[in-house]
Structures are given as structure tokens and as C-alpha cells.
């Protein structure tokens, strides 16, 4: 990996890399609040540039991470850092909303220390998500029957389940399920779980 | 699924009962846990290496952080070796070299391989560099040395904590050099047993160390206090070799550590607030770096 430090850069690489793997394209826009730690040292440990390089899709060996406020500009993504001074659970947490004019997204991580992570919330759900295997998350509507049917589709294809959560905002309303599984997920799959009934939206991560 | 080892006690009793050694204990857990061949393990762990020597290689030449605060002590230390004269003598002022060579690099924003984390990359290279030359280890032993490195950090970083925003410099740098200190003593041929007594004599050693870096910078102290855990945990393998033993077990200290780490207030803990962050000097050196004014120093 790059330096200076493991949970600062590396860990804060993976955060903004997976919060680009969510949404699915390159953002236009970033605003990342930092909190704890992260709040206090950002500058000195690049987090900022880490974080910025990881929405650009640049693993954390990918020596660009250092010029990466200069290709963010080239490609036109505005980015701003806001340091917060709220108490956190984990002091090494960050929160990265992106954008662009067709939609947004809130991602929460906390970087735990030799570049290991955890997705710790997605638009306001709270989950724990790892960054470490494949996994797809779906947006459905709280409906009896949504598990079983993306369960029994993921079977079909001889996919295995290794870590699942569900959570929902509300009884009957919007719900999201988080799938870490063995192996990578091929786009015919991802298709085919979208056509489900009460399927609202499906991404992947990818290993 | 479930790990081979949980805790060293169950890792060093395992090592024994098969006779195994404790980098092959941690070479199995890998290919049960990821489900892959021993040659693609051997192979990935093989490519740290090569970071590792390339990291070593290039700070031996001379690096200079950004912010000017790090940098040239590894040439200083390997002229003053090349005089012939040391007092700590040439292996020991080895592994300090190669270990302050790699945080230079890593602090230059170069490439290195955290182990187990970025701050604290000097120790477990700097050391395997120097005994190295005292060993005669072949390319295998070599990447064996990262193993049952890997073996102990994988006990703390599930048991307690390697970051030092949770638990100090002593949950990195302290665990770097009781990792280090463990593989030492496999690779001169001593047991398992006395790779955990390695471990845990460092690591008691290092206790209470707090993570206080100037300007939030990691360069001031963690290069020097990389360079320290690569001297302790020289010696402390050469204490488990010669049959000293730690009356607190390994896993106890491993304990001690994380409750320690969780007693710290948080200015000491990677927030650059305390410390020899907050010291005239360092608020300072802040205020220079990154502009600002120096009111209320030390604060």
C-alpha cells in the first residue's frame, strides 16, 4: 500500500472505493465529513487525498492516490472536507455523500486499523459490510417473499451465501438486504435479481 | 469458519502437538480460511517480500518526507555503521536502519507493505534484513518469517486492536515489534514456545506507549519509535532464545495492552492534541507545515 498509515490512507482509500463501487459511476460531487480521528489528522496522514483517490476507483498501491485532488479536477468531481466535532462510536469514521444530476447516496466507514474497513451504514440503513469478499446489496420494498426470491436466484447460479443482514426503515417499507458471498457476480445475475418482483435497485461489490 | 487459533496459546499449543513450526500453522489457516493453494499463499506473501526489500532498498538511498520533518536517518546510521565501531553493534543498528529506512519511505508516501500496519512497517522488515545477514535464511525462511510475523498480529488484531486511533503507538509499533521478535526467534531455531515468550517480553515492554504525532504527520515520533521497537525486539528474542521466560502469558499481555489502550484519553490516542504533538515544538512545527497561527501552544 501507499503511506503514511494503514487506517488513514489505505483504510480511507478503501472507504471512498467502495462508496464509488456502490454508486456504480463516477460521482460529479463529494462532501466527506470526517470524525475523530480522522477529524484531527486528516491532513497529515492524506486522508484526504486517500479518500478522494478511492472515489476515482484507485486501489491503495495506486501511486496516483498522492495527485489525486489534481485528477479529481481533470474529471471534473467537486469535493469538499468537513471536519466534525460530533462524538462517533469509532474514532476513525467517515461519512462520504456523493452525487450527480441523476441521484445521491450517504455511505458511513470506519477504518479499523492495517487498511481493514467497515461500511458501517448506506443511506441512512445500518449495516456492517467488510470490503474484504463480493457482495451484492438490494433495495427492496418490506415484502414477505423478497428474501427467498433473490435467496432462490442466488442458488440457481450456484452462488453461496458466507454473511447476510436485513434491515428496513420501517415495518412495510423501504428495506435493504446485504449479501456477502463467495465468489464475483456476473451482470446476468445482477439482471435477472432486478426483474424480481418488489426489487427497487441492485449493486455490487465487486472482490 | 473456524480459525486454527483463536488466542497464542492455542496457536503455540497446536505448533506442538503436530510439530509444526508457526509459520506453517499460519500457512494452513490461510489456505483453510480463503480457500486457496498453498503455492498462491506462498506466492502473495512472496510479493511482500519484495516490497518490503524495494521499501528497504530505496530508503537506504536517501528519502525526504514532503513536509521536511523525516528523512537521510538511514544513510546517517549505515555510514556510521560502515566506521566500524558501534556500540550496539552492526546487527542491531541494522534492523534500526532498515526499519527507519522504511518509514521514511512510507512516510514520502512510497510503497510498503503494512505489517501490520503502515505507521509501524519498519519493524518486521528492518529486523528480517539484518538477522538475515546473521542467518543465512533461504527465500522460504524469509517469507516464513512474514508468516509467523502474520501469526501474531492476526491474535492481536482479533483480540485487541493494531490501530492507534483505538489503542496507541503500543497497539503498532508495540505490536510490530512483538511480531517481529516471534519470527526472530523461529528463524534462529527456537520453539513456539519461545516465539510467544519473544512476543510477550516486547510487547510488556512497549505498554502504555501513546500515539502522538506532530502535525498529524506520521514521521514525528513513529519513524524513531519504529527504529526502538526494531532494537527491542531484537534483544527480547535473544532473551527467549537464552530461556528467559515471561511470567505474564502472551495472551494476558496482548489483554493488558488493549485495556490499556482503551483507558487512554483520546488526545493521546492519533489525534495529534497530546503528547509531543501538543509541545511548543510540535505546535510549532504544525503551525509551519500547515500555516496557521501558534496561540495557545501546547494547549
Known amino acids: 500500500m501507499i503511506g503514511p498509515s494503514s487506517s488513514h490512507t489505505a483504510g480511507a482509500a478503501r472507504i471512498g472505493r467502495v462508496a464509488r463501487d456502490l454508486f456504480g459511476r463516477q460521482p460529479k460531487w463529494a462532501k466527506i465529513h470526517l470524525y475523530g480521528s480522522f477529524a484531527e489528522t486528516y491532513k497529515g496522514h492524506s486522508t484526504d487525498v486517500a479518500i478522494v483517490g478511492g472515489l476515482l ?5 495506486d501511486e496516483r492516490i498522492k495527485t489525486s485532488f489534481e485528477e479529481a479536477e481533470k474529471l471534473g468531481m467537486a469535493f469538499e472536507f468537513i471536519p466534525e466535532t460530533a462524538s462517533v462510536e469509532h474514532p476513525n469514521t467517515a461519512r462520504i455523500v456523493i452525487g450527480d444530476e441523476r441521484s445521491e447516496m450517504s455511505l458511513m466507514g470506519i477504518s479499523i486499523g492495517g487498511g481493514k474497513i467497515e461500511i458501517t451504514e448506506l443511506n441512512g440503513f445500518p449495516l456492517r459490510l467488510s470490503g474484504n469478499h463480493p457482495a451484492i446489496l438490494v433495495v427492496h420494498d418490506d415484502r414477505s417473499g423478497c428474501i427467498a426470491n433473490v435467496a432462490n436466484c442466488l442458488y440457481k447460479y450456484d452462488i453461496n451465501i458466507g454473511h447476510m443482514e ?3 426503515k420501517e415495518k412495510g417499507d423501504m428495506a435493504l438486504m446485504v449479501i456477502e458471498v463467495d465468489q464475483n457476480v456476473d451482470k446476468e445475475v445482477l439482471d435477472e435479481l432486478t426483474e424480481l418482483p418488489n426489487i427497487t435497485q441492485v449493486t455490487r461489490i465487486a472482490d | 469458519m473456524e480459525p486454527l487459533f483463536r488466542n497464542v496459546k492455542e496457536l503455540v499449543a497446536r505448533a506442538e502437538q503436530e510439530n509444526k513450526l508457526i509459520s506453517e500453522i499460519m500457512i494452513e489457516q490461510e489456505m483453510l480460511v480463503t480457500d486457496r493453494p498453498r503455492e498462491d499463499i506462498m506466492k502473495q506473501m512472496d510479493r511482500n517480500l519484495t516490497v518490503m526489500e524495494e521499501a528497504v532498498e530505496k530508503g537506504l538511498k536517501g528519502v525526504h518526507s514532503v513536509s521536511g520533518l523525516t528523512g537521510g ?3 546517517l546510521l549505515q555510514a556510521y555503521m560502515e566506521k566500524g565501531n558501534t556500540l550496539s553493534g552492526n ?3 541494522d534492523a534500526v536502519s532498515k526499519a527507519v529506512a522504511t518509514n521514511e519511505v512510507n512516510a514520502a508516501m512510497g510503497t510498503i507493505c ?3 500496519t503502515a505507521g509501524s512497517a519498519g519493524v518486521v522488515p528492518g529486523t528480517l534484513f539484518a538477522v538475515k545477514n546473521q542467518l543465512n535464511p533461504t527465500r522460504e525462511q524469509m517469507i516464513r518469517y512474514l508468516f509467523t510475523s502474520g501469526a501474531f498480529g492476526f491474535v492481536v488484531a482479533n483480540n485487541a486492536s493494531i490501530s492507534g486511533a483505538e489503542g496507541g503507538c503500543q497497539a503498532e ?11 526472530i526467534v523461529e528463524m534462529a531455531g527456537g520453539t513456539p514456545q519461545q516465539s510467544s515468550e519473544a512476543f510477550a517480553i516486547t510487547l510488556k515492554n512497549m505498554l502504555g506507549l501513546v500515539c502522538d504525532p506532530v502535525a498529524g504527520l506520521v514521521e514525528v515520533p513513529c519513524v524513531k519509535r519504529n527504529a526502538m521497537g526494531a532494537a527491542n525486539s531484537v534483544v527480547a528474542a535473544d532473551m527467549a532464545l537464552a530461556g528467559v521466560t515471561s511470567r505474564i502469558p502472551c495472551d494476558e499481555v496482548i489483554s493488558a495492552m488493549y485495556e490499556i489502550g482503551k483507558s487512554m484519553p483520546s488526545a493521546l490516542r492519533e489525534t495529534a492534541k497530546g503528547g509531543l504533538a501538543a509541545t511548543p515544538t510540535g505546535k510549532w512545527l504544525e503551525a509551519k507545515i500547515f500555516g496557521g497561527s501558534v496561540v495557545g501552544s501546547g494547549q
Open chain 2, 91 to 93: 546487527l542491531l543498528l
Open chain 1, 57 to 61: 476507483d484507485y486501489d491503495t498501491f
Open chain 2, 173 to 183: 509499533v508495540g505490536s510490530a515489534a512483538g511480531m517481529a521478535a516471534a519470527a
Open chain 2, 114 to 116: 503494512a505489517t501490520p
Open chain 1, 166 to 168: 436485513v434491515s428496513r
Open chain 2, 73 to 75: 536517518d538511514a544513510v
